[in-house]
């Protein structure tokens, strides 16, 4: 069955304190692992797509990896605007549905 | 950026009643679909659909549930008979091309079933 880890399921920095949100996940087949942003009351905001090992994304203090049975969201330098729920997907070969984990709760403090 | 329109933001109804949930997705989207959050738990997939029919449906929907594209501009989630587990953040996404990288998500529409 396929599936989505994510931990921890939450992380309190502080600004400025650098830190990695992880992601494991068993598919048949990847077409694609997603990273999601959502804040409270709102629908998830797309950040990132990887499609095989070894890719790397960034986007300014966010950067995204991907490994065959995991990915890495590692937050540089991170700011009070990065509180959030960081949402990891899925999405196997032949289908259109995307498997969500439970994400990560994001809180930095100034 | 374009934006994925949903509404009501939030509706409250009586267990058994018919609820329509309104979306307006991006306008030159072609894959069209509806998620679902109940407070704590994952974003579950509930239907994808494109070209006037459901290409994918999970177990959670099933009979009492139905998608409709009425125009060209609206897609329409009905659940005929409201339980009180179907409460929850309910959410519409969609994308140009299928497989397509970046699915965009509206703001949801919060169901209350009581």
């Known amino acids: 069955e396929d599936q989505v880890t994510q931990s921890p399921e939450a992380l309190r920095l502080q600004e400025g304190e650098s830190s990695s949100l992880n992601c494991s996940y068993t598919?048949?087949?990847?077409?694609?692992l997603f990273w999601y942003r959502q804040d409270p009351g709102k629908g998830p905001e797309f950040l990132f797509t990887?499609?095989?090992a070894g890719e790397e994304k960034e986007k300014e203090r966010l950067k995204a990896t991907l490994t065959k049975k995991e990915s890495f969201l590692h937050i540089t330098a991170p700011k009070p605007e990065d509180s959030a729920t960081y949402l990891c997907?899925?999405?196997?070969?032949?289908?259109?549905?995307?498997?969500f984990g439970t994400g990560t709760r994001l809180q930095v403090f100034p | 950026e374009p934006e994925v329109t949903q509404t009501p933001s939030h509706q409250v109804t009586q267990m058994g009643q018919e609820v329509i949930l309104r979306c307006v997705p991006i306008s030159n989207h072609l894959y069209f679909y509806w998620y679902r959050q109940i407070l704590g738990q994952k974003v579950e997939f509930l239907v994808s659909?494109?070209?006037?029919?459901?290409?994918?449906k999970s177990e959670i929907f099933d009979d009492q549930f139905s998608v409709e594209r009425p125009d060209g501009s609206n897609f329409t989630l009905k659940i005929r008979s409201t339980k009180l587990e179907d409460s929850a953040m309910y959410f519409c996404a969609s994308h140009q091309e299928q497989g397509g990288e970046k699915l965009f998500f509206g703001s949801g529409t919060q169901l209350s079933v009581l």
């Open positions: 598919v048949s087949g990847l077409r694609g």
């Open positions: 990887l499609y095989s």
């Open positions: 659909f494109y070209n006037n029919e459901i290409s994918e």
């Open positions: 997907a899925v999405q196997a070969r032949n289908t259109d549905k995307l498997i």
